[in-house]
């Protein structure tokens, strides 16, 4: 008998608890060694990641500003592709280390192949990242 392989929805349902309950590593075992997540909307500099290795390192190198504590808001709108869907949904949590608390709405289309993230496009309010971004400069 074969392993079930998670569908799209359960694969983007669990990345979504990985974030609260897991690691970073945890987090980025949620991706496709080969994944591709774009930003479109934010600096160049944080606008791609090509890899599980980037997309881990990134994640790790936020990990020491950014704490979440809770995901809220969430919308799943499947699509008639199987492999994708459109996830709203709404990022709390707090700066280290000042604690200031932040929220962060985002829109992501996502892809998934084998029961990975084989590629996502982030749309995160603009305004907000960018004063997360400056925050998290400001503490470096």
Excluded: W
Excluded at 33 to 49: G, L, Y
Excluded at 101 to 124: C, K, M, T, W, Y
């Amino acid at each position: 008998m074969s392993e079930h392989v998670r569908t799209t929805r359960e694969t983007i349902e669990n990345m979504l608890r990985v974030v609260i309950e897991g690691t970073r590593d945890d987090l980025a075992d949620c991706y496709a060694e080969d994944v591709v997540i774009t930003n479109p909307f934010a600096p160049e500099e944080f606008r791609e990641s090509r890899g599980n290795a980037a997309v881990r390192t990134r994640m790790k190198s936020f990990a020491q500003y950014l704490h979440y504590t809770e995901i809220k808001n969430v919308t799943i709108h499947e699509t008639t592709d199987p492999q994708v869907a459109v996830v709203e949904f709404t990022v709390v949590g707090d700066l280290a280390p000042s604690g200031k608390q932040f929220e962060l709405p985002s829109i992501n289309v996502i892809r998934v192949v084998d029961g990975l993230i084989a590629e996502s496009r982030d749309h995160s309010d603009g305004v907000r990242t960018a004063k997360l971004l400056e925050d998290i400069q400001a503490q470096g």
